[in-house]
């Protein structure tokens, strides 16, 4: 079974330009998560979908920071402009389902973000 | 929402040695899980653990939902083990702690 796909997995930026991260969650998972991890802490939750509905974006910060996902699976994360405290590792996860008896967490490789 | 917190935040062991990470959660959860995230910044999955004992390998963990504990036991350890240890509680939103860096010597 395939895991968690991202892209790029490496990318450097200039302050005040855009960026976005792409995300292919396993298949038939139903929620869809994207992370950021700042270096030396644990990751920390931007949004959650549960097929192509937003389910948690309170950490987001929505004035630079969006994110979609159409038609329930692939998703993209996009900063616009990025700052230089949004260097950080960007990790895409999902889930078989919201919530419930079983919702094991599967992560993607990331994608290191550099904001020069 | 829920604390997560993680001890001890850093460990040096020498390879053959056994270990025990600590998990502390503010409130009852569902669901836990432990990864470890390698050197190159993987996420990887170790043990989707709400309650009980799991074991796999030389990897077991506890969590004592009632007491709101897990604990993580590694025995002997050897260099790929290094990396950090999070720990992460379930509940909406999903809560990880700071880490346990593990440095295994030879």
Redesign the interface.
């Known amino acids: 079974e395939a895991g968690v796909a991202q892209s790029p997995r490496y990318k450097i930026i200039e302050k005040r330009q855009s960026v976005a991260f792409w995300c292919n969650p396993i298949s038939g998972h139903a929620t869809l ?1 994207w992370y950021q991890q700042i270096l030396g ?5 931007l949004i ?1 979908f549960q097929n192509n509905g937003v ?2 974006d ?2 987001l910060p929505k004035d630079r920071f969006s994110a979609e996902r159409l038609k329930g699976v692939d998703s993209t994360l996009k900063i616009q402009p990025a700052k230089l405290e949004d260097s950080a ?1 960007y ?1 895409c ?1 999902s889930s078989e389902r ?2 419930g008896a ?6 993607g ?2 994608t ?1 973000l550099t904001v020069l | 929402g829920i604390q997560v917190e993680q001890s001890p935040p850093d460990l040096i062991l020498q390879e053959g040695a056994n270990s025990t990470l600590r998990c502390n959660f503010s409130d009852s959860v ?2 836990l ?1 432990w ?1 470890h995230q390698n050197p ?4 990887i ?1 170790l043990f ?1 653990i709400p309650s009980g004992t799991k074991q796999n390998g030389r990897l077991s963990a506890t969590t004592v939902a009632t007491e709101r504990y897990s604990l993580l036991y590694i025995s002997s350890s050897q260099t790929t083990d290094s990396g950090v240890y ?1 720990c ?1 509680a ?1 509940e ?3 809560r ?4 346990t860096r593990l440095t295994v010597k030879p």
Request: proline share 9%; no cysteine; net charge neutral.
């Open positions: 998560y802490q644990g990751p920390k939750l959650q389910v948690d309170s950490q590792v990790l996860a919201l919530a079983y919702n094991e967490q599967f992560f490789p990331g290191r | 569902n669901n899980q990864f190159w910044g993987q996420l999955n989707y999070f992460a379930l909406p939103p999903m990880f702690g700071a880490g």
